[in-house]
C-alpha cells in the first residue's frame, strides 16, 4: 500500500468533451495514429480526460485497474514503496505513451503508483472494457496496444540498463545517456536541453545510489562545466565527456 497521501481531487472532463473531440485527440497521438476514424470512435466511448498537478497521482498501488491512461503532455513516474516506506522510481513515461496497460489488460491491480512529476499532466483514461470490445473488432488497434506494450519494455529494460552500468559516476552517465535521447533538445551552442525535472532523490532512485553521493558526483561535474541544473531542467553542455565515463 502506498505511503503518499491521496491527492486532492482530480480535474476530470466528463461529459463535457463529446466523443468525437476525444476521438481527435487520441488520433493526435503517436500510438493511436494508425487507428481508422470508427475504431477510434468507438474506443472515445470509455475515454475520460484529465490533468494532474505535478506531484498528484494518477493511481495507487494496488487499486484496482479498470483503466489505463495515455499521455497527451508532461511527465509520469512510475514509483514502487519498500516496506519501509523508501520510494523506488522505476521509469518515466512522456507524452504518447501508455501507462497501466498490462494491469488493465489482466483484469488486475495496479502494481506501483503513477505520479505527475515536475509539471501538469494531461492523459487520457480509456476504460479497459472499452479496449477489450475495440480488440475484438480492430486489428489497428491490437497493432497499437502491442506497440504500446513494447515502449513499456523498452522504458522499464533503460532502467536496468542503467542500474547495470557499473560504478555510480557510470550509472549516473547512463542515466543523462537515457534522457538525453527521451528528453533532450540541442541548442544552437551544442548543449542538450533535458526538459524533466528530476529531484536529488529521484536521480538517486534511478540509479540506485545513495543521496550523498549523487550530489557529490553531479557537484563535480558541474564544477568541470559538463553539466548545469536550471530552473525544471537540465543542461548538458559536455555529453561527450558523460559518453566516455559510461564507455570506459
Sequence with gaps: MSLLRPPPAPSEVRGGACADTLARRLGALELFSQVGASDLGRLAQGV??????????????????????????????????????????????????????????????????????????????IRAEALRHALDDSLAVGRAVNRALLQHTVA?????????????????????????GRFGRTTATGSVIVDVHLARDELSQLVSARVETVIRILSRWQKAGWIASRPSRIEIMRPDMLERIVES
Design 48 to 125: 475520460r480526460s484529465r490533468r494532474l498537478d505535478p506531484g498528484e497521482s494518477l493511481w495507487f498501488a494496488g487499486e484496482r485497474a479498470s483503466w489505463f491512461a495515455v499521455i497527451e503532455s508532461g511527465v509520469i513516474q512510475i514509483r514502487q514503496m519498500t516496506p519501509t516506506g523508501e520510494g523506488i522510481l522505476m521509469g518515466l513515461f512522456r507524452r504518447g505513451e501508455a501507462v497501466g496497460l498490462a494491469a488493465a489488460l489482466e483484469d488486475g491491480v495496479f502494481p506501483a503508483d503513477a505520479i505527475a512529476l515536475g509539471e501538469p499532466v494531461d492523459a487520457l483514461l
Design 156 to 180: 522499464l529494460r533503460a532502467k536496468i540498463d542503467i542500474v547495470s552500468a557499473g560504478t555510480v559516476p557510470r550509472r549516473l552517465a547512463a542515466l543523462m545517456r537515457y534522457l538525453i
